[in-house]
């Protein structure tokens, strides 16, 4: 299949009808991936031809997704925010002889890029489809996470690694300098989480942003802590072991969005769902008799799709029940790509799709 495209169903003569898209807001991956929540815009409505097939009666039904929109001007003050400040507190810290600032720096430059990738892969997503690329660039946001969380991964084993080998061998730091610095890192991230403070209850993004600014906060506490412990008693592998602690949290998040990415990118049923479920939905429609060929996968980062062959005796053009599958798919399971192939299931035509999925035992 293309990278977030239809299956192909092995059927040459399909009904189409484009339904518009509402908004639904889902989270696809856990807490290290703030930057995939979503945005949304309607197509408006519905349009297309609907034609029903002599014989072997197929109804093939697309609805199509929302694709992200701009992240705001919050986001940019933000972005440029945090990775000026980047780049002094890494760069103090390596004045300062301070692997604590170094990988607190990183920490804080894991979201910036994060936040740089979703925008990127927000404006690609925007794009439109082309001949080649039906679907556009929307994929552009799995391949940047993916790539995100690798960069981070290898350094923070980086950071881990010269953390042991100082904790064996302590080097004097600059504490008073740890200090400000963090201290001033506290005040930025603050200040950005106060961006995003009114649009958090009405936008995923903003939530998920306030989110980790203040988390960001925290770890640049526990940094002028340990600056401050190393004043008082002289001891300098407290700043190597803080680094530590700071790179293990961010090798937990790095790994938890690695596996996910990688599940995306395979087209593996999102995290958050249950194919189980989503089928016995669909089987519980009025007039269903059976439901095969069942595919769920995210076409991005913020977009999750479905295909699926319905077999319904009153296999036809039916936008009533078309329409209450979209809306319980949407509002159930925030899937908001939808394509439903109604079949009769009679002797004369029978699927070979399905007719596989049985031998399989599927």
């Not at 950071?159 to 042991?164: G, K, N, P, Q, Y």
């Not at 600056?227 to 938890?256: E, M, N, Y």
């Not at 194919?275 to 939905?281: D, H, Q």
Request: charged share 20%; aromatic share 6%.
């Amino acid at each position: 299949m293309p990278a977030g495209g239809h299956r192909d169903h092995g059927h040459d003569q399909h009904g189409y009808d484009h339904g518009g898209a509402g908004a639904a807001a889902k989270v696809t991956l856990k807490e290290a991936a703030w930057w995939r929540s979503l945005f949304v815009h309607d197509h408006g409505p519905d349009h297309g031809p609907d034609h029903g097939l002599a014989g072997h009666d197929h109804h093939a039904h697309h609805d199509h997704g929302e694709a992200p929109v701009d992240f705001g001007r919050a986001f940019a003050i933000g972005t440029l925010l945090n990775l000026g400040f980047v780049v002094a507190e890494i760069g103090f810290g390596v004045a300062a002889n301070s692997l604590a600032l170094i990988a607190d720096g990183a920490h804080n430059l894991s979201d910036a890029l994060g936040l740089l990738a979703a925008w990127f892969a927000s404006w690609l997503g925007r794009l439109p489809p082309s001949g080649r690329r039906t679907y556009g660039y929307r994929r552009a946001s799995i391949i940047a996470a993916l790539l995100n969380a690798t960069l981070l991964i290898g350094a923070t084993a980086i950071i881990i690694f010269e953390a042991c080998t100082r904790l064996l061998s302590p080097a004097p730091v600059e504490e008073r300098v740890v200090i400000l610095v963090a201290g001033i890192g506290i005040a930025v991230n603050v200040a950005t989480a106060l961006l995003f403070l009114r649009r958090r209850e009405r936008d995923l993004n903003a939530r998920g942003a306030y989110a980790h600014m203040v988390a960001d906060a925290g770890i640049s506490v526990g940094v002028v802590i340990a600056g401050l412990l190393i004043v008082w008693t002289k001891q300098f592998w407290i700043d190597p072991a803080v680094s530590l602690l700071i790179g293990v949290i961010i090798l937990i998040g790095s790994w938890r969005l690695t596996r996910d990415t990688i599940d995306m990118a395979l087209d593996a049923v999102p995290s958050h769902l249950d194919r189980a479920e989503i089928e016995a939905f669909l089987g519980g429609l009025p007039g269903v008799r059976s439901v095969h060929d069942l595919h769920v996968w995210a076409m991005s980062t913020t977009e999750t799709a479905l295909t699926a062959h319905l077999v319904r005796e009153e296999a036809g053009s039916d936008d009533k029940f078309l329409a209450e599958a979209r809306e319980g798919l949407r509002s159930s399971f925030a899937i908001a790509h939808v394509t439903l192939q109604i079949e009769r299931g009679d002797a004369e035509h029978p699927c070979a799709l399905a007719c596989e999925e049985a031998k399989a035992g599927v």
